[in-house]
């Protein structure tokens, strides 16, 4: 299998299922692709996956489940966010099941603007609408 992000994970987790041999091929010093976590020299930890962490991607914890990591990942129940200007947001899981669990906080988030709530909104709506919600 060449990459190692989701997708190539992902087949490779589901070919080793059926007892098929795989070897995984990556470039890069991390498996994840664009849904990996790192630490900086610093200390601070850069998580390239936030809505995984706060559970809105449950085809994603089945993975998990399945490639017998599921107790490795860490989950959060709000992330934090900093802009430029020094402004802060917060977006934090509520009651509601997924993927509604974000909405009271989205609707508060301060770093997004009206018009970017509602095209992400609108967005997301379709995506609902034609059958891609989390079962």
């Not at 020299?41 to 991607?57: A, K």
């Not at 900093?82 to 899981?93: A, T």
């Not at 989205?106 to 079962?135: C, E, N, W």
Request: charged share 20%.
């Amino acid at each position: 299998m060449v990459g190692g992000g989701l997708a190539g994970l992902a087949a490779s987790v589901a070919l080793a299922g059926h007892g098929i041999g795989v070897s995984l091929l990556e470039k890069n010093p991390r498996l994840g692709g664009r849904a990996t976590s790192y630490r900086l020299p610093s200390g601070e930890y850069i998580d390239n996956c936030q809505h995984v962490t706060l559970r809105c991607c449950t085809n994603l914890e089945d993975f998990f489940r399945r490639a017998g990591v599921a107790d490795k990942i860490r989950y959060y129940d709000q992330l934090l966010f900093s802009d430029s200007k020094g402004s802060r947001g917060r977006i934090k899981s509520s009651w509601l099941p997924a993927p509604f669990h974000l909405v009271p906080s989205f609707a508060a988030f301060p770093l997004l603007t009206l018009q970017d709530k509602y095209s992400i909104a609108r967005a997301m709506l379709r995506i609902v609408r034609s059958g891609g919600s989390p079962k």
